[in-house]
């Protein structure tokens, strides 16, 4: 079928909207009409990285409308809404331990821009276009996903802006509410006020953390962490000593520490932060070669735990409901970050994200 995708054709050249051909589903995937996509900033860096052999579609945070389904499926049906998140097997030690964001298969699921076969379900003529991206590739009007990637969306919550729970809200509110588990009364440092960071800060609300600091540098998002529930927001620019402004309002310092920028810099800064038996966890995206951060005597010293996170430790079919649930509480009001944009508007949209002028763009498809 012809679908319309935003395709991406060089490492620094914007987005073209064109129209190309999708395979029908097979046996186990999903054809889902997207109503909406979050963009998000791994779509952006993997199609500079050159990871994925362009041209490409990417987009792994889609949310639309089952329109077919193969012979195998049975999770959904045809008419079900849905959110889409990223694919996992299923069947190794890890998602059987309810751990898929650590499937033994995830890079080959999720990161190769084509099925595990070798075969691509997009095309422009005879050209084959790189797909499968996250197991759906939702930069597009339709997009074949999997049942691992699928969950239901109730009646009643807008099925346009739920996509970013099957990525970017779901890492930061994870990060806070899975990873690091952070318990009442705690203290949480969160780097970075992006979409990520600002979940993670309605997380630790969540959560019921005593004191939330966030250091970031656009105002308006100084004064979205706090209106989500943020005690402190710092401006990096007038603290150029993380850890003196830190312990300014905390002089044992901080219980966790969540990092969402990846530079390297302020990760190494943080540790400064950290109190005794203080957990880091990371998500931000580093540039090849960083070093894990911190002194080892140090780290020993004071039992700190510097720890790795992926999709907040989650898995989907349990958190995005919980999350859900939470939004129609009013207890997890990520709408607050989103403005939506026409897929037309694609590279406009990256460059207002770029500049600060939203935090979160959710993309409408228009059908």
């Known amino acids: 079928m012809q679908v319309t995708a935003a395709v991406a054709r060089a490492a620094d050249a914007p987005f073209t909207i064109e129209t190309v051909e999708l395979e029908d589903p097979r046996a186990d995937e999903i054809l889902v009409r997207v109503v909406g996509v979050g963009l998000c900033h791994t779509d952006l860096v993997f199609k500079a990285a050159g990871v994925i052999a362009l041209p490409a579609v990417f987009g792994h945070e889609g949310s639309g409308i089952v329109e077919k389904v193969g012979a195998n499926v049975t999770k959904v049906k045809q008419g079900d809404r849905v959110a889409i998140t990223f694919r996992s097997c299923g069947a190794c030690d890890r998602c059987e331990k309810g751990q898929p964001a650590y499937c033994r298969t995830m890079p080959m699921l999720n990161y190769i821009g084509m099925r595990p076969d070798g075969t691509k379900a997009i095309q422009a003529g005879e050209e084959k276009i790189a797909g499968n991206f996250f197991g759906q590739s939702s930069l597009a009007t339709h997009c074949l996903t999997y049942e691992r990637n699928v969950v239901k969306v109730p009646e009643g919550v807008p099925l346009e802006l739920v996509g970013p729970l099957g990525c970017g809200v ?106 005794s038996h203080g957990v880091f966890g990371i998500v931000g995206v580093c540039p090849p070669g960083t070093p894990v951060p911190g002194d080892l005597s140090s780290v020993i010293t004071y039992g700190h735990t510097i720890k790795g996170i992926i999709e907040g430790d989650s898995d989907p079919d349990v958190f995005i409901p919980e999350m859900i649930e939470l939004y129609r509480q009013g207890r997890l009001p990520f709408d607050k970050l989103i403005r939506t944009y026409p897929l037309s508007e694609i590279n406009q949209a990256i460059a207002d994200q770029h500049h600060g002028d939203c935090v979160k763009v959710v993309l409408l498809t228009g059908q």
């Open 170 to 275: 779901q890492t930061g509110a994870g990060g806070i509410m899975r990873s690091l588990a952070c318990e009442a009364g705690s203290s949480v440092l969160i780097l970075g006020g992006g979409a990520v960071g600002l979940s993670a800060v309605m997380g630790a609300v969540v959560q019921g953390c005593k004191t939330i600091i966030v250091l970031e540098p656009h105002e308006a998002r100084r004064a979205l962490a706090l209106e989500l529930g943020a005690t402190h927001a710092i401006d990096p620019a007038a603290a150029p000593d993380l850890g003196a402004a830190v312990r300014a309002i905390l002089p044992n310092g901080v219980d966790y520490a969540f990092d969402t920028t990846g530079i390297p810099a302020v990760l190494q800064a943080t540790m400064a932060c950290l109190g």
